[in-house]
T-cell receptor
Framework: GESVGLHLPTLSVQEGDNSIINCAYS??????FIWYKQESGKGPQFIID?????DKRQGQRVTVLLNKTVKHLSLQIAATQPGDSAVYFC?????????FGKGTKLSVKP | KAGVTQTPRYLIKTRGQQVTLSCSPI?????VSWYQQTPGQGLQFLFE???????NKGNFPGRFSGRQFSNSRSEMNVSTLELGDSALYLC?????????????FGQGTRLTVV
């Protein structure tokens, strides 16, 4: 069925290190994927998106990788900062809405 | 450019009451989607409106309804509130069809049903 899941519910990294957050999806018909960051008490904040005709897309300090063969999506954050501490959600587009994963809580240690 | 605005930010209601939440999308965005966020179920899609028409609907009971006005502002209504309706209700606006383009979320309305 349609679902979007994450490999780990929590991730702790040292400030300055790179972070990698993973996501798996089940529906191969998906052609649009998004990563969101949600800080406590706030709504999800758009980070980066990617369409299925691409396998990599880069933003400022962030990179999204899409592996359609194994239905895997990842978000890489370079030089992780304390301000990156938040819950990260992957989502895929489906029939006019987004289907979200459960989220990974990223903690950055100083 | 102003972001997505949701009002009110916090709401406390009693079981059996009804509630109306409001969402003003980003200027120029015609698609408004609503999501419910709870610790147990995560983010779940309620419905999407585009040009005053409901285009998509999630798997929620008929107590949850919505509408969109000609200025793209949207409201959602929950009738006969249940304790399980306590959640963060999020509105997202998109330029095009929801689920296919960037969607920007508001801060949400925190609804507590007692």
């Amino acid at each position: 069925g349609e679902s979007v899941g994450l490999h780990l519910p929590t991730l702790s990294v040292q400030e300055g290190d790179n972070s990698i957050i993973n996501c798996a999806y089940s529906n191969s018909a998906s052609d649009y994927f998004i990563w969101y960051k949600q800080e406590s008490g706030k709504g999800p904040q758009f980070i980066i998106d990617i369409r299925s005709n691409m396998d990599k897309r880069q933003g400022q300090r962030v990179t999204v990788l899409l592996n359609k063969t194994v239905k895997h999506l990842s978000l890489q954050i370079a030089a992780t900062q304390p301000g990156d501490s938040a819950v990260y959600f992957c989502a895929r587009g489906s029939q006019g809405n987004l289907i979200f994963g459960k989220g990974t809580k990223l903690s950055v240690k100083p | 450019k102003a972001g997505v605005t949701q009002t009110p930010r916090y709401l406390i209601k009693t079981r059996g009451q009804q509630v109306t939440l409001s969402c003003s999308p980003i200027s120029g965005h015609r698609s408004v989607s609503w999501y419910q966020q709870t610790p147990g179920q995560g983010l779940q899609f309620l419905f999407e409106y585009f040009s005053e028409t409901q285009r998509n609907k999630g798997n929620f009971p008929g107590r949850f309804s919505g509408r969109q006005f000609s200025n793209s502002r949207s409201e959602m209504n929950v009738s006969t509130l249940e304790l399980g309706d306590s959640a963060l209700y999020l509105c997202a606006s998109s330029l095009g069809q929801g689920g296919n383009t960037e969607a920007f979320f508001g801060q949400g309305t925190r609804l507590t049903v007692v």
